[in-house]
């Protein structure tokens, strides 16, 4: 039986299906930047998708 993949292993394999990933280090740096993306309150997600759908 197969390992279960973590959500890591999940992405880099969705973007290499992409073909997204150029380099390792665009890569990398892609993968570092959404990881330590700031959590949103509920309220500022609120207000993301208002604008969003004004646009």
Do not use: W
């Not at 700031?38 to 759908?53: A, F, M, W, Y």
């Amino acid at each position: 039986m197969k390992p279960k993949k973590t959500q890591r292993e999940k992405f880099e394999e969705a973007a290499r299906e992409l073909k997204t990933d150029q380099s390792d280090e665009a890569f990398e740096a892609s993968v570092n930047k959404i990881a330590h993306a700031p959590k949103l309150t509920q309220e500022q997600i609120k207000k993301l998708v208002g604008r969003k759908t004004k646009d």
